[in-house]
Nanobody, 116 residues
Framework: QVQLVESGGGLVQAGGSLRLSCAASRSIFSLNVAGWYRQAPGKQRDWVATITRGGKTTYADSLKGRFTISRDNGNNTVYLQMNALKPEDTAVYFC??????????WGQGTQVTVSS
């Protein structure tokens, strides 16, 4: 069984930056298409960005220019760089990936809190 392990969340002031990471719990499991989602309190889970194994990226329109998704296939890790953070970015951020031999997998989520 494989898990996606997220890290990098925390508390940051408005205007600050954070970088989230997502890695498979076992290196033998490769991440294929991967993405980030977020869920604010009392709201639905929203898509943030997606990256293919080849590096093609797509973003939610409202986040273009502030968020950047990237990956390191050698380390089997996907990242989300978040800049110019706003209080409305406060949410639990989830990693999702198609994982070789395991199918579609969700991470447990990491809390991002942006203070005003």
């Amino acid at each position: 069984q494989v898990q996606l392990v997220e890290s990098g969340g925390g508390l940051v002031q408005a205007g600050g930056s954070l970088r989230l990471s997502c890695a498979a719990s076992r290196s033998i499991f490769s991440l294929n298409v991967a993405g980030w989602y977020r869920q604010a309190p009392g709201k639905q889970r929203d898509w943030v960005a997606t990256i293919t194994r080849g590096g093609k990226t797509t973003y939610a329109d409202s986040l273009k220019g502030r968020f950047t998704i990237s990956r390191d296939n050698g380390n089997n890790t996907v990242y989300l760089q978040m800049n110019a953070l706003k209080p409305e970015d406060t949410a639990v951020y989830f990693c999702n990936a198609d994982v070789s031999f395991a199918g579609n997998v969700w991470g447990q989520g990491t809390q991002v809190t942006v203070s005003s």
